[in-house]
């Protein structure tokens, strides 16, 4: 469901975790929104960062450390495009050879 607050409320929480004093938490926030509003939610243009790394050739999206001195670089957000994603799993899966693998139970 749309506009109901899914991006906003989870990336609060990723801000919340990661900027604990009382834990030293890494967190990991992924979202597959094809809208992007990740990156807007937390104030960083996660595209650009993704758009620097596949030109120097990095085949998978690495998630963009957050600079800011709240969460002290342990919050980390990556945007997927879930149509690439989805290619890219069913490229991979014809590739797969199941009877090698039956062969070797």
Known sequence: KGGVGKTSI??????ELASSLDRDLNVLIVSTDPAH????ALDVDLRQQ???????????????TLMDPLT?????????DP????LEF??????????TLSDSI
């Open 10 to 15: 989870s990336s609060a929480l990723a801000v």
């Open 50 to 64: 993704q758009q620097l790394q596949q030109n120097q050739s990095q085949q998978q999206p690495k998630p963009t």
């Open 83 to 86: 149509r690439a994603a989805l």
């Open 37 to 40: 509003s990740l990156g807007d």
């Open 90 to 99: 069913q490229s991979n899966l014809a590739l797969f050879d199941v009877s």
């Open 72 to 80: 002290n670089l342990r919050l980390h957000a990556l945007e997927v």
